[in-house]
């Protein structure tokens, strides 16, 4: 029975490093989210319309494609990319929404 119990204690002492290991995988993955996160947080409106522009380059849509899908003159487009707050939201909305970018807020 003696030796049962040192068998026990063992898997126990295992599982338990385990667990911790586990737990520091979870925390650094936390902090990488975090990282990840802070790092597209957008702090004014002109760096709002910069994204959105360099997203559009990213998918190599001219400016003449982006204003067929969004509905969206170039002569708007090129405001919003300057400075989005030139714009009425639903435009930036609309635009962001046709390149894939998702707006959302953190609180």
């Known amino acids: 029975m003696n030796h049962d119990n040192a068998s026990l204690a063992e898997k126990l002492h295992t ?3 385990l ?8 925390m650094l993955r936390a902090q990488e989210f975090e990282l990840a996160i802070d790092e597209q947080v957008i702090s004014d409106s002109a760096q709002l319309g910069q994204q ?3 997203r559009r380059k990213e998918l190599a849509i001219d400016m003449v494609t ?5 509905g969206v003159s170039v002569s708007t487009l090129k405001r919003l990319f300057k400075d989005p707050e030139q714009v009425k939201f639903g ?8 390149l894939g970018v998702k707006l959302c807020a953190a609180v």
């Open 15 to 17: 599982m338990s490093e």
């Open 19 to 26: 667990l911790n290991d586990v737990k520091k995988a979870v």
């Open 52 to 54: 959105l522009n360099q």
């Open 66 to 70: 982006l204003e067929l899908q969004t």
């Open 91 to 98: 435009t930036v909305l609309r635009v962001a929404d046709a």
